[in-house]
Structures are given as C-alpha cells and as structure tokens.
C-alpha cells in the first residue's frame, strides 16, 4: 500500500507543477491583455495619443487622488491605473502580487507608491512606443535625424499585430533579482545591446529587463490586443519591438 502511495505521489507532483506552470502563464497573458484595453482606452481619452513610456513632467495621481512627483510620474503604472479602475493586481502578477502587497504594507506610503511603479510583471517598450526621456527621447530633431522611429499616436503602427507595447520584465530588488520591472529596452538601438544567449545568471541589464521566464519565453502584449509567448529568438527581433524595422537585427541609422 505504501509502495503504490509513493507512486501515485510520484506521478502527482509532476502534474501538478506542470498545471501550476500553466495557471502563471495564462495568468500573466490575462494581464497582458487588460493592460492593452486599457492601453487602448488611453489613446481614446487622449486623441489617439499612445500611453508614454517613460516621459518626464507628466501628471499622475495615487489613489487618493494626490499627485506623485518625478520619477513616479515618468513611469507607466501610475499613468495607466486609472484604465485599470486603479487596479494594481493586474500589473501584478503571479508570485509577483506579494511584492504588491509587501508595498501596500509599507509604514511610508509615499515609499509603496515609488516602489509600486518600479516592478510591474511587464515593462513597456518605451523606447519604440510612447518614448523614452532617457535612452533617446522622441523629440522633433530625433525623428528628423532617425526618422519615425517611436510611435506616438495609434494609428502609426503599421502592423498591430506584431508591435509588442508590454513584455514580461524582471529588475533588481534590495539585493536580489524580481519578476517585474517598469520598462524594457530593445536588443538594437544603434548597435546590439544584449547578450547573445539568455543567461538567468546574468542581470537583467544583459536583456534589456526582458525575462523569459515561462520555459523560456515570455509573454509579450501587442497593439492589436492580443498576447501571447514568444522565444528567445523571437525576442530577439526588431520588427516586434520598433514600427520602422524590417529585419531581426534592424538598428536605428541617422537618414542620408
């Protein structure tokens, strides 16, 4: 009896962690797509204006209606909760919710709401959607020098289905690497910028805060709504991560 009880637990755990596996990534799929709605539902509060990725002196308010300073403001999660009935368990996902709650927890609510808009289960694509004041802001004379390289408004996207807006992201946390981060950063910018094979002993920096974390693939959300997993080589394309590129390793050129 003892011996056909290991065995049952023997096939048990296995099955288990599969069906525990799938529950997290159709749980971080499900966010994804609430994040595109609300995406979306930005652009039509905003005259099709897309959600900015990382901007500065942008108004957001916590939830009590007060507003947040930089850099709070400059991140997308404040900017969106409202789209999201200032629902933060949906930037949260999975194990990635405790961090949420351990925020909430925090005896300084101001330091909550910083750390709230730091580790969303999913960064924006900031630099080639909506913007980003610091690796390269989409001013006049940058998208003279590089031509339309971000898109600002929805109905530049030339391939909906195919420009990814939000893709599963991880950062550093006192001292330890976490499943969540407010922005992440493409493979080419002018030049490659990530390593050539995915390491999870590598920091996060090493792509570009993007995190493979589901058999590796990610989840990946795009202007058309929908979401789904994406592999590494996937990943590693440019012509999911900016609306101009036409091949895997597409680089931004200053034009002729």
Known sequence: MIAIIAILAGLLVPALAKAKYKAAQASEVSSARQLMIAWHLYGGDNSDWVLPGYRHGLEARDL????VPHPINARYPWRIAPY?????????????RRLLEQFQRMEDPMIGIYAASVFP??????????????????TPAAMSRFGPFCVLKQTEVNRPSELQVFVSARGPFEGR????????????????????????????????????????????????????????????????????ADNPEWALRASQ
Not at 64 to 67: L, P, S, V
Not at 85 to 91: C, E, L, Q
Not at 121 to 138: A, C, R, T
Request: proline share 8%; glycine share 10%; hydrophobic share 40%.
């Open 121 to 138: 289960s999913l960064g924006i694509n900031s630099v080639f959607v909506g913007g980003d004041d610091i690796e390269l802001p989409p």
């Open 64 to 67: 009590a209606g007060r507003q």
């Open 177 to 244: 690497i976490v499943s969540g981060y407010y922005s992440v950063k493409p493979p080419f910018l002018a030049a490659r910028r990530w390593a050539i094979e995915w390491n999870p002993a590598d920091g996060p920096e090493a792509w570009g805060n993007v995190h493979p974390r589901f058999g590796n693939r990610a989840i990946a959300a795009f202007v058309d709504g929908h979401a789904e997993s994406r592999n590494r080589s996937q990943l590693q394309d440019m012509r999911y991560w900016a609306n101009p």
């Open 84 to 96: 999201l009935g200032k629902n933060f368990g949906v930037m949260y996902a999975n194990e990635n």
